[in-house]
């Protein structure tokens, strides 16, 4: 029989300990606050409503109160707060992305054949293809003889996991590419013309990739009530419009989701690329960047800071399911879906205790992702002690303030006091994130409704006053 050695028998508990456990905390005495939420959570919508609360003093460890808050939900939006931590902690807070522009030859102002390679940039924009134009006049470029290559070898264009559970044509459901522009959707501007006459429809940004058919009727007054479909075609988005719109209306502007994120990309490059008197000729198609390509144009990206700022204020789903996918990227850039989950596992085994932890897909929409009020406020916690941790509150909504925050709480002690996520599904409410309550103790919340007898989005006010409730306790 071997001899244990104290020093060794210490080291074996501390190595087996998980990183997430800490000392036991005591609980706050708090009656007058969990008699207060027990009485909203009587109320008739409420109480048939499944409900998650926890909330903890980020600096004593000290517990508020704790509701169902170890269950498991469908977090639905709050799943971005994993999301951005994992790529926060992974990949730092001033991670870019790269997008080249190169061509096969360029000789007397003719290129043949451009070549477009991206790592994964969430966030370009029809402002930006239209520099990258630009910056090709400016080099001389006069024309494009052998079309347009994408290279997609970062991730081809895909259905983000989960998404196949509906089939939307919202611009919130995007396809993601690792060459995507304008968040892979359109905006279909519908002006109102003389009465009797069709209405003007054009698209932002101009392309030709998606295909509008349909009219729509100038009526009088101010009234407009249109009918829209998107589908996919062999090549491209065919968008069906009807309906009516006032002469005395504002325009209106559909978003829609568009198929084959690289040549619709590539697409709107073309338009821009034609608009500054560049001529290209050639098909628009997926292929492989040459090694010996010159290199016209290098973009990089805004840094991930931004982009998670700009995913979580206004909780959007392309950026959060392009950031989720190239969490698991090598060196060369080339992403693997398992490889990512893998460093989302990694991140929450040392955040908190992962038990029934699932992350299906990084933007949390529809079904297939679960966690509990307690793992999300162990997240908080964690990256309230992080080197990111100043990036990653900056990154949620202001109580009354702005993203999706800006027309909720906005009176009392949560107004601009609040930095929160919000989540909603039509069987889901969420919200989660950071406060300071009227005593001065920094907190860390999530409130978490599932199947509600009514839609989720009318429970924010009960959900909002429990959080009022938490943040006006004085202990």
């Known amino acids: 029989m071997h001899k244990i050695t104290l020093p060794l028998f210490l080291s074996m508990i501390f190595l087996s300990t998980p990183l997430f456990a800490q000392k036991a905390s005591k609980k706050v005495k708090n009656a007058k606050l969990q008699g207060q939420i027990q009485k909203l959570m009587k109320l008739k919508t409420a109480s048939q409503t499944k409900i998650g609360i926890y909330a903890r003093d980020l600096d004593s460890g000290e517990l508020i109160v704790n509701v169902g808050g170890d269950g498991a939900f469908n977090p639905a939006s709050n799943t971005k707060l994993i999301t951005s931590a994992a790529a926060l902690d992974k990949l730092g807070p001033a991670k870019t992305w790269a997008t080249r522009i190169s061509a096969g030859s360029f000789e007397k102002g003719i290129v043949k054949t451009l070549y477009i390679k991206s790592d994964g940039d969430p966030l370009i924009r029809y402002n930006h293809v239209l520099e990258w134009a630009i910056r090709l006049q400016q080099l001389g470029v006069k024309s494009i003889i052998g079309g347009i290559v994408v290279d997609v070898a970062a991730f081809p264009d895909t259905l983000p996991p989960g998404f196949e559970q509906f089939d939307e044509d919202a611009s919130y459901r995007p396809d993601i590419g690792s060459f995507s522009v304008n968040y892979n959707h359109v905006a279909v501007v519908v002006e109102p013309g003389k009465s009797g006459e069709d209405a003007l429809i054009f698209m932002r940004p101009p392309n030709d990739h998606v295909k509008i058919i349909g009219k729509v009727k100038t009526t009088s007054g101010r009234r407009t009530k249109i009918i829209s479909k998107a589908k996919r075609s062999n090549r491209g988005t065919t ?16 978003r829609k989701r568009v198929d084959y994120p690289a040549r619709y990309g590539a697409n709107v490059f073309k338009h821009a690329l034609e608009s500054v008197g560049i001529k290209v000729s050639g098909k628009i198609r997926v292929g492989t960047r040459p090694e010996n390509a010159r290199t016209l144009h290098f973009h990089v990206s805004e840094p991930l800071w931004y982009l998670i700022m700009m995913m979580n204020k206004y909780s959007n789903n392309f950026i959060a399911e392009q950031l989720y996918q190239v969490l698991g990227a090598d060196e060369s850039a080339k992403c693997s879906l ?12 040392k955040a908190t205790n992962p038990k029934g932890f699932k992350q299906l897909n990084g933007s949390g929409l529809y079904v297939g992702n679960y966690l509990s009020p307690h793992q999300i406020v ?17 990154s949620l909504a202001v109580a009354g303030t702005d993203g999706t925050l800006r027309g909720r709480l906005k009176k009392g002690f949560a107004k601009a006091n609040a930095r929160a996520k919000t989540g909603t599904l039509s069987v889901v409410s969420a919200l989660s994130g950071y406060a300071k309550t009227k005593s001065g103790r920094r907190i860390a919340f999530s409130i978490l409704f599932n199947d509600p007898p009514i839609h989720a989005a009318r429970m924010r006010k009960i959900q909002d006053a429990i959080l009022e409730k938490i943040i006006a306790f004085d202990h």
């Open 378 to 394: 162990d997240v908080l916690g964690f990256m309230s002690k992080h080197h990111a941790y100043p990036e990653y509150k900056a």
């Open 338 to 349: 398992a490889e990512s989950r893998k460093v989302v596992d990694a991140f929450m085994s």
């Open 239 to 254: 968008i069906i419009l009807s309906g009516t719109i006032g002469k005395d209306a504002f325009h209106a502007i559909i």
